[in-house]
């Protein structure tokens, strides 16, 4: 395994992910990283890799597909459940099933309630199509890190 000076970009795994991060400093054969997050992390020579457009493997880059594909499973769930109270104006009733105590709750919400309901929809649906913007921008640029607080 070779050596990588400060500034470069390396590769790691943590928390079984591949994490793309820079080196920002050298200590005895342990290496200080930095995600793109700003989350630093300590790395011996062995258990770093190269980032190498070349030497990334298709594993890699499936993983960050696949990741991107179930962001976008959740928009569209999103979408769906928006679109489907967007433009109700009365007060409903939704009928709510615990699985563990076996019993159905029902909670009235009123025509502020919906309001309230809808901005939180529009909000979560504005935040993921932003995440997936993001996500596939890094795609573009060579990033196949999946960092699951993204």
Do not use: C, W
């Amino acid at each position: 395994m070779r050596d990588f000076e400060v500034g470069e970009k390396l590769r790691l795994v943590i928390n079984q992910r591949i994490v793309v991060a820079e080196v920002v400093s050298i200590n005895a054969g342990t290496y200080t990283v930095v995600t793109p997050k700003g989350i630093n992390y300590r790395a011996n020579t062995h258990e770093v890799m190269p980032f190498d457009i070349n030497e990334i493997g298709a594993a890699a880059i499936t993983a960050k597909v696949d990741f991107i594909k179930d962001e976008e499973r959740k928009l569209e769930r999103l979408t769906n459940m928006f679109e489907n109270i967007k433009n109700k104006e009365a007060s409903f009733y939704l009928k709510v099933s615990h699985n563990n105590n076996r019993r159905d709750d029902s909670y009235y919400f009123t025509k502020t309630d919906m309001e309230a309901i809808r901005l939180g929809y529009e909000l979560a649906v504005d935040a993921q199509v932003e995440k997936l913007l993001e996500l596939k921008a890094e795609l573009e640029r060579g990033d196949y890190s999946v960092d699951e607080t993204d």
